[in-house]
C-alpha cells in the first residue's frame, strides 16, 4: 500500500544511493535519521510500516510521550536525541534513546559519565560542535573542540564515537561540514552527524554517517497540538 511518508521515505533512500554512489560511497554507511519532532504517532507510524526503524527527536519529553507504546510494539526501533540536552532529563533519555547527538558542556558529561554507569544500555554519543561559532546556537566551539573531546574521554571517561553540527541558516552548509569532517579526523572519531532535508546530499559528499531528516519525509511541520508549538533547533540546554 502506498502512503505520503513511504512515498517520500523511498525518493530519500534513493537520494542516499545516488549520492552514496557519486561520492564511491556504500549507501548501508550512511543511516538516515527519520525526524519526527511534532510528528504525531499515526504519521511515525507510516514510517514504521514501511520498514523504517531509525528516529530522532529533540526534545525528552515529547520523545517520553510518543515512544514508549510504539517502541513496544517495534522492538528493533533506535531513537536518536537529536536537541538540547538538561542535564536533570539525563536519566529519562537514557532510558528511552539509542544514541545522543547533543553533548556541549562538561556538566552534561558529567552527568552522563555517572548515569551511563548505571543505565542498562551505552547510548552512542556525538559531541555537537557550533562550526558557525553562533552565540544563539548550542554547540561546543571548533576552537574548543580538541579540548572538550579529551576531556570527555579523559576526565570523564566517556565513549565519543563522533560528531554532529547543525550549520547556521543562510550559509552554504560545505564549509561547515568540512569543518566538522576535520576535527572528527584529528581525534579518531568514526561518525558524522550532518545534513538535514535541505543538504544531506552535501553531506553524503562530506562523509557524513548520519543524516537528520525531517520535512523531506514527513512534509512541513505544523504547529503540534501541544500550546508550545514547534521547538526552535536553535535552543541552547541549560
Ligand atoms: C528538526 C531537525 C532536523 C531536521 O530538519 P529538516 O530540515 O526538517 O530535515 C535535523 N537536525 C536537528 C537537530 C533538528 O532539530
Keep these: 500500500m502506498s502512503s505520503f511518508v513511504k512515498d517520500r521515505l523511498e525518493a530519500v533512500r534513493a537520494s542516499i544511493e545516488r549520492a552514496a554512489a557519486a561520492n564511491g560511497r556504500e549507501a548501508a554507511n550512511i543511516t538516515l535519521i527519520a525526524v519526527s519532532k511534532t510528528i504525531p504517532a499515526a504519521t511515525i507510524e507510516e514510517a514504521l510500516v514501511a520498514g523504517h526503524r531509525v528516529f530522532g527527536e529533540n526534545r525528552v519529553q515529547e ?51 555517572k548515569e551511563i554507569a548505571r543505565a542498562p544500555r551505552k547510548p552512542k554519543l556525538f559531541v555537537e560542535i557550533n562550526t558557525g561559532n553562533e552565540a544563539s546556537k548550542a554547540g561546543v566551539a571548533p576552537a574548543e573542540a580538541d579540548r572538550f573531546i579529551e576531556t570527555c574521554r579523559e576526565r570523564h571517561g566517556l ?30 572519531l568514526p561518525l558524522l552527524s550532518m545534513g538535514m532535508s535541505a543538504d544531506y546530499e552535501e553531506a553524503i559528499a562530506h562523509g557524513a554517517t548520519h543524516i537528520r531528516v525531517g520535512t523531506a519525509i514527513f512534509g512541513a511541520r505544523g504547529r503540534s497540538s501541544s500550546s508550545e508549538g514547534e521547538p526552535s533547533i536553535e535552543r541552547k540546554g541549560a
Design 63 to 113: 520523545a517520553k510521550a510518543k515512544w514508549p507504546e510504539l517502541k513496544a510494539r517495534y522492538p528493533e526501533i533506535e531513537l536518536h536525541l537529536i536537541g538540547p540536552l538538561q542535564t536533570n532529563k539525563v536519566r529519562d533519555a537514557l532510558s528511552l534513546v539509542d544514541a545522543i547527538h547533543s553533548l556541549d558542556r562538561e556538566s552534561l558529561a558529567s552527568m552522563l559519565a
Design 159 to 188: 565513549l565519543i564515537s563522533g560528531l554532529m553540527c547543525i550549520p547556521p541558516l543562510g550559509e552554504p552548509a560545505g564549509p561547515h561540514f568540512t569543518l566538522l569532517a576535520k576535527i572528527a579526523e584529528r581525534n579518531s
